[in-house]
């Protein structure tokens, strides 16, 4: 069993459309990242969040600690969104990370 | 900030030849991380310093694999010999202790 799940694997919407990308994890955590990843290119983190709720112009991502999940949110997507959304959760040292297998979202015209 | 900053951003190479990757982290960030990319396995630590000293190489996938950090800004990733199954995206990044966590652009590497 992975320590991170992601769902769904793949997602593909309308522009304009609401988008949720949930992740599960397993191990206790002080923090969870989800990073982006456009086709080709960089890595880019996009959230650290160890409680509640972050917003990040059409980003917003939430934790429950308790239940051990997170969502990422986005509204209003636009196709500049596809890319692939990845959770990341750090191992009980700190600093190594155990990662869900992405989320490759295709939002069309 | 530049941020971190990888090289070369591509690289192609013949199966046997030496690889060597090379990574500037972020200035301060004392912790250093390579990761792995690939389709089947998606993103894989492979080894991480902090103050320039290994901590864990425990997904380097074997000998043919090594690291090093000389310095605060300088890391390598070295693969001698290569083979095609080393065909991957390579990432390093950088972090300080307050979980800053920074990733570089990435080298694709592919071995024919």
């Known amino acids: 069993k992975n320590e991170v799940e992601q769902s769904p694997q793949n997602l593909t919407a309308q522009e304009g459309e609401f988008i949720t990308i949930n992740c599960s994890y397993s191990?206790?955590?002080?923090?969870l990242h989800w990073l982006q990843q456009h086709p080709g290119g960089g890595i880019v983190s996009l959230f650290m969040?160890?409680?509640g709720k972050k917003k990040h112009g059409r980003l917003i991502a939430t934790i429950n600690i308790q239940e051990k999940h997170s969502s990422l949110h986005i509204t209003a997507s636009h196709p500049r969104d596809s890319a692939v959304y990845i959770c990341?959760?750090?191992?009980?040292?700190?600093?190594?990370?155990?990662f869900g297998t992405g989320t490759s979202l295709t939002v069309i015209p | 900030d530049a941020g971190v900053i990888q090289s070369p951003r591509h690289e192609v190479t013949e199966m046997g030849q030496e690889v060597t990757l090379r990574c500037k982290p972020i200035?301060?960030?004392?912790?250093l991380f390579w990761y792995r990319q690939t389709m089947m396995r998606g993103l894989e630590l492979l080894i991480y310093?902090?103050?320039?000293?290994?901590?864990?190489d425990s997904g380097m996938p074997e000998d043919r694999f090594s690291a090093k950090m000389p310095n605060a800004s300088f890391s390598t990733l070295k693969i001698q010999p290569s083979e095609p199954r080393d065909s991957a995206v390579y990432f390093c990044?950088?972090?300080?202790?307050?979980?800053?966590?920074?990733f570089g652009s990435g080298t694709r590497l592919t071995v024919v």
């Open positions: 990044a950088s972090s300080d202790t307050n979980y800053g966590y920074t």
């Open positions: 969040l160890s409680s």
């Open positions: 310093f902090n103050n320039n000293v290994p901590i864990d």
């Open positions: 990341a959760v750090p191992h009980n040292t700190g600093n190594q990370f155990y």
């Open positions: 191990v206790g955590i002080s923090a």
């Open positions: 200035s301060g960030h004392d912790y």
